[in-house]
């Protein structure tokens, strides 16, 4: 099973003992298994998330089942199963274990992410994390995605576009200088950034909350944005005293049918362009880009997504820019290291096994892959070999016509570190 997951922390505790953390699940539906009862088709899930502190103690664990009812099997390709566990715990940094599995086919698959909590005591005013969400509503009737009367649908891929036009964002403002008799003015203000540090949406406005906290929801239409990740800044300021707050995070854009025009273009565009359809493309083909002139380079590149499955290219697209924040080192970016190159041309492994390094092994990680081109389990093996943190790989059982992958089957061999 393949899924998303995202997470945001919140103020939990008066005293900021704890903090309130959610973590965000969206799995497509169409990869469970349906039975029909009656005139609908049902499908049963079990997610646990668990939560590890830095010596690997399980701190805490939340474990559930779930349902998802489509009136038909064509409705479950277009649907999204969302959820989300919520806990109190203690500021630090966590990794995070998320285990899903269909109870009607027993498939599963499992995530693990950084889970970084943060602090709100003190009296400084400060942002909580961005939630980016699907939509956001008040509503009389509480549910489990809501907070302060609003509904807030969580987008764990963080990914927008045709299909959403609007990205959504929920934060909340906590210290707020508190005066019964004149409330204080703050300046809060979002700004989405583009990869080169241009501004392309922002807004700032003046508020005078009467709380020592306050709620911000706000949308930003992005129909006239191009392709591409982003960074949204939050920042909320005091000019009264200067002490302004920050929050940022990242976000992917798809939309296919906004193009730049010659006059936009930049050199680090180009160079974006090659490398995220380097592994779908072969080697004759990037030849012939690279002797075309810039106008014909760009021509090429708009033309190039409109000739691509629209699905494929949000694929594509979303491994391309997975790869790059989980596996980019100061010195290789992630989309060139072998865990990012596996993980664009075949996708999130069902199953991961990670082994830190010991004194007779460097460390290592095996994801399997299930049901891959026929093949019923096939694995990767990346170790550390020394390389500044970057994981090479070292085997591949993957079975082909002609092997593309490396096949060693004495990698062990290869990653024992002579004394």
Request: net charge negative; hydrophobic share 35%; with cysteine.
């Amino acid at each position: 099973l393949q899924f998303y997951v995202d997470q945001a922390s919140f103020k939990g505790d008066a005293d900021g003992i704890n903090s309130y953390l959610e973590v965000y699940i969206s799995i497509p539906s169409y990869q469970f298994k349906y039975q029909q009862k009656g005139k609908f088709y049902l499908a049963g899930y079990e997610i646990a998330v668990t939560l590890f502190d830095k010596s690997n103690k399980q701190i805490t664990e939340k474990k559930w089942q779930g349902i998802t009812k489509v009136d038909s099997l064509k409705q479950a390709e277009e649907l999204t199963t969302i959820e989300v566990a919520a806990f109190m715990v203690p500021p630090a940094d966590y990794r995070g274990v998320i285990q899903i599995t269909d109870l009607n086919s027993f498939s599963a698959g499992q995530a693990e992410i950084p889970v970084a909590v943060k602090s709100f005591a003190g009296d400084s005013l400060v942002l909580s994390t961005i939630q980016f969400a699907r939509s956001i509503q008040k509503i009389a009737n509480l549910n489990k995605f809501t907070k302060n009367n609003i509904e807030i649908i969580p987008n764990p891929s963080r990914a927008f576009g045709i299909e959403s036009p609007f990205v959504f964002f929920y934060a909340e403002i906590y210290n707020i200088a508190h005066n019964e008799d004149k409330p204080t003015q703050l300046v809060r203000g979002y700004y989405l950034i583009d990869n080169h540090g241009d501004t392309l949406k922002s807004e700032e406005k003046k508020i005078s909350p009467h709380a020592e906290s306050s709620v911000w929801a706000g949308k930003i239409n992005i129909l006239d944005v191009i392709s591409g990740t982003y960074d949204l800044y939050l920042s909320i300021s005091d000019p009264a005293t200067g002490v302004r707050a920050v929050q940022k995070a990242d976000l992917w854009i798809n939309n296919p049918y906004k193009v730049l025009s010659y006059q936009q273009y930049r050199k680090e565009d180009i160079e974006e362009f090659k490398a995220q359809i380097y592994y779908i493309i072969d080697e004759s083909e990037r030849k012939f880009f690279d002797e075309l002139e810039t106008p014909a380079q760009i021509n090429y590149i708009n033309n190039f997504w409109k000739n691509i499955d629209p699905e494929f290219r949000t694929e594509h697209l979303k491994r391309f820019y997975i790869a790059q924040q989980r596996f980019g080192s100061p010195t290789l970016p992630g989309w060139k290291t072998d865990r990012g190159r596996v993980y664009i041309m075949y996708g999130p492994p069902d199953d991961v096994e990670r082994q830190p390094a010991s004194l007779s092994t460097r460390a290592f990680e095996i994801w399997y892959y299930e049901h891959m081109k026929g093949q019923a389990l096939v694995q990767f093996v990346f170790a550390d070999l020394g390389i500044q943190g970057n994981y090479q790989l070292v085997h591949c059982d993957l079975k082909s016509g002609q092997r593309l992958e490396i096949f060693n089957p004495n990698w062990r061999d290869e990653i024992r570190i002579s004394r």
